[in-house]
């Protein structure tokens, strides 16, 4: 595995033993931007893409990708919008809400609606022979290893009652029988296209008939956008989706439905036993710990490993190696008291580092040693060119890829 060091949002990209990769989201690049990235896996046979949430900050650097080379990407693997428990795919009704009623130029709360477009984008680019829809209960296979896709779940999510709410105002704002037909022709297509966003996603890979009906949907309520603008509630409708608890809300539903994937076992533990958890939040955890095993051989910590991420879940499964893609927040100091080797893209918000000066590591024992012994006497520690036995490797500029993280020489205790 390998974790690349980005300016915003995460990268994490698996190497199979065919010599396969599954980029696991791609956000703004830092080390040899995009054009490195793209050379460092353009001798691969095969390459697969993973979008774990529907936020700008997984997916930036994939459409700087596609410019470049549509056919870069042999496969993409994308999640589903979920329903309520009345069947309401709520996500998607805030996005097209969203971008009718918010100025375009003040964006989405620094997130991202490309639910609404990306399918059709994608499939314009690679084909949508080429897109493969994610939820709960489904599986892929990369690399000869099969994977079960343990969240979202796509009917009856669990919605906060909170973003409920905003989103059920916001359709009451439209309701009454005195506004404009344009109200009425507005509720009419957003039913619509939530329909064909549902069969677009019903079969893998994709269907083109589904995503041109769904683009076609779009355009439609892009071409009433104006009016419905000019309607007495625009006003209200705005108000709403200007809330902080509404963006707060928002943002927090985008990274509790993003995809929570595991290998499927086929016999005792092993190194394939890889969790993946995306952006997933505590609440997430807690509804797909029933389906998770009593330890794995790698660990993703979620949104780059902050403490309101934090599951106690992690803390009652084993896991022998622990990869934080950081980012701008500090890291939860509850990752560094687990008996795992932690691979981190940059220290600066460790806890640890900063309290102690040196990485965490050093006194952890590193059982792909033979014989086991302390990270310290990893070859890879000493030369940077040496393969790593567990190999996973950090791609960063201001470190080397071994799981020192600190810059001394390996043998300072």
């Not at 010599?19 to 050379?39: H, P, Q, R, Y």
């Not at 359709?171 to 039913?191: D, G, I, M, Q, T």
Request: aromatic share 8%; hydrophobic share 40%; with cysteine.
């Amino acid at each position: 595995m390998e974790l690349h060091q980005m300016n915003r949002g995460e990268c994490v990209v698996l190497r199979g033993a065919d010599k396969n990769i599954l980029m696991v989201d791609c956000g703004e690049t830092a080390f040899g931007g995009v054009s490195g990235l793209m050379k460092r896996y353009a001798g691969i046979r095969s390459r697969g893409f993973l979008l774990t949430h529907w936020h700008g900050d997984g997916l930036r650097a994939l459409d700087r990708i596609l410019r470049v080379n549509p056919n870069y990407f042999h496969r993409i693997y994308l999640p589903v919008s979920p329903r309520d428990k009345k069947g309401k795919p709520l996500l998607l009704e805030f996005a097209l809400f969203s971008h009718v009623f918010q100025k375009q130029e003040e964006g989405i709360f620094d997130l991202s609606t490309a639910v609404l477009t990306l399918l059709p984008v994608l499939a314009a680019k690679t084909g949508a022979d080429r897109l493969f829809p994610l939820q709960a209960d489904g599986s892929f296979c990369f690399d000869k290893v099969d994977y079960d896709v343990l969240w979202p779940a796509a009917q009856a999510f669990p919605f906060t009652d909170l973003f409920s709410s905003a989103v059920e105002n916001m359709n009451v704002c439209l309701s009454s029988p005195f506004l404009p037909e344009a109200a009425r022709e507005f509720l009419r297509l957003k039913e619509r296209f939530c329909a064909a966003y549902a069969d677009c996603c019903r079969v893998s890979p994709m269907e083109q008939a589904d995503i041109d009906r769904m683009a076609e949907l779009y355009g439609r309520i892009g071409q009433l956008a104006p009016r419905l603008r000019e309607l007495p509630p625009a006003q209200d409708i705005a108000e709403i989706l200007g809330r902080p608890t509404t963006r707060t809300a928002y943002a927090f539903e985008c990274r509790a439905s993003g995809v929570i994937f595991h290998n499927r076992r086929k016999s005792e533990a092993s190194t394939d036993d890889i969790l993946m958890t995306g952006a997933a939040e505590p609440e997430s955890m807690d509804a797909v710990s029933p389906r998770l095993y009593d330890g794995y051989y790698i660990l993703k910590a979620p949104q780059h490993g902050v403490s309101r991420a934090w599951s106690h879940i992690f803390g009652e499964i084993s896991a022998s190696h622990i990869l934080i893609t950081h980012g701008k927040e500090p890291i939860a100091g509850e990752y560094v008291d687990l008996p795992a080797i932690r691979h981190c893209t940059d220290c600066a918000g460790c806890p640890w580092m900063q309290s102690s000066g040196c990485c965490c590591n050093r006194l952890s024992c590193c059982y792909e040693l033979s014989p086991p012994g302390l990270t310290i006497k990893c070859p890879s520690c000493r030369d940077p060119e040496i393969d790593r036995p567990c190999g996973i490797s950090v791609i960063s500029p201001a470190r080397a890829p071994s799981c020192l993280c600190d810059g001394k020489p390996a043998n300072i205790n």
